[in-house]
């Protein structure tokens, strides 16, 4: 099949037109489309070649244990520090032609040649950078330095009018880093009393998680997918509390019991109640499991009938486990100890 292929693509791409290539001078091997795929298809106005091939940017490197001759000359190259050859080693052969292999060590070693070939000046390594970045970005906020690599290929680039480095540098320009997102995210903290009461359950769902995520905290619109901060739940608690002062938010009440009683904290029952006298149905339900199960069985049963009419589902099992064993079986020795007292706002 490939001999066709060979046959095919010199009738359609002469040999001579690639005469000035670097790639097709450096390379030995009579296999075209060996040629074609490690030569052509990343560079400028090649890339539909590898889509009409089908080549999906495969490689006959052999593997990384068995390299085949092509390979080990490709090394070769890349030991003589040739910036084209570290760039094709990085980004194709291990990252892709060897990519079974997977391993952390791997991918570094391939970071480091195409960051070796960026360096030394190779115009697709930088770009390479410097869209990696800014589609990186999309997912998980990059540090300030690595932002600044990057503008500073896209802007080199941008220099040589290199393919679309112009509008890749724009965006740069506009993708906020690690150390942007932590200051939106300390600015919102500091803001608080400017928030909604879903941004405040939001941005304390953030701190308690110790993670941002895009589709969970949609109403925070911090431009990144996802990103990973330092946990502070005292910095939750706080703006839940805020909350529900401003709010009269049953929501923020009901999270902060969840930590609390993550901590075992008597503190726990306050909180759970006042979402429950503000028709939280879960709140209601837990109020209503804990009065049952500490000596006061016909108000956790009215409570539990008041979380059906705020919309609990699933009252019927406390309603079960009370009838069948005297008492639900989400009860805790330690909730005896805890003081049945209301909260004070």
């Known amino acids: 099949?490939?001999?066709?292929?060979?046959?095919?693509?010199?009738?359609?791409?002469?040999?001579?037109?690639?005469?000035?290539?670097?790639?097709?001078?450096?390379?030995?091997?009579?296999?075209?489309?060996?040629?074609?795929?490690?030569?052509?298809?990343?560079?400028?106005?090649?890339?539909?070649?590898?889509?009409?091939?089908?080549?999906?940017?495969?490689?006959?490197?052999?593997?990384?244990?068995?390299?085949?001759?092509e390979a080990i000359y490709l090394k070769s190259q890349v030991d003589n520090e040739d910036p084209q050859a570290m760039f094709i080693w990085g980004q194709f052969v291990l990252d892709i032609a060897y990519d079974e292999i997977s391993s952390l060590e791997v991918r570094e070693e391939s970071k480091y040649w195409v960051n070796k070939s960026a360096d030394s000046g190779y115009s697709y390594a930088m770009y390479s950078i410097a869209s990696a970045y800014a589609v990186s970005t999309a997912t998980t906020a990059k540090s300030e330095a690595e932002k600044e690599k990057a503008i500073y290929f896209a802007k080199k680039l941008s220099d040589q009018n290199f393919l679309d480095a112009k509008e890749l540098l724009n965006k740069l320009n506009k993708t906020p880093s690690k150390e942007d997102f932590t200051l939106n995210v300390d600015s919102l903290y500091q803001e608080h009393k400017k928030l909604s009461e879903q941004q405040l359950l939001d941005l304390a769902s953030v701190f308690s998680l110790g993670w941002y995520y895009h589709y969970r905290h949609k109403s925070l619109k911090l431009g990144v997918e996802h990103l990973k901060i330092k946990k502070d739940t005292d910095k939750s608690v706080f703006l839940l509390q805020q909350a529900m002062k401003m709010h009269n938010s049953s929501e923020s009440s009901y999270q902060i019991g969840i930590i609390l009683e993550k901590k075992n904290s008597s503190d726990t029952f306050k909180y759970y109640l006042w979402a429950a006298e503000n028709k939280h149905p879960e709140a209601a339900a837990w109020v209503g499991d804990f009065y049952a199960c500490t000596g006061e069985k016909e108000v956790g049963i009215s409570w539990l009938h008041k979380s059906e009419t705020f919309g609990y589902e699933y009252a019927e099992y406390s309603f079960g486990e009370i009838e069948e064993l005297g008492e639900p079986t989400t009860c805790q020795p330690y909730w005896n100890s805890w003081p049945k007292q209301k909260l004070k706002i």
């Open 1 to 69: 099949m490939y001999k066709y292929l060979a046959i095919f693509s010199l009738w359609l791409f002469p040999v001579d037109a690639y005469a000035e290539s670097d790639c097709l001078k450096s390379l030995k091997g009579t296999d075209v489309k060996m040629i074609l795929d490690t030569c052509f298809t990343f560079e400028e106005g090649k890339m539909d070649m590898a889509l009409l091939f089908g080549t999906h940017f495969t490689h006959k490197f052999g593997s990384k244990d068995n390299p085949s001759p």
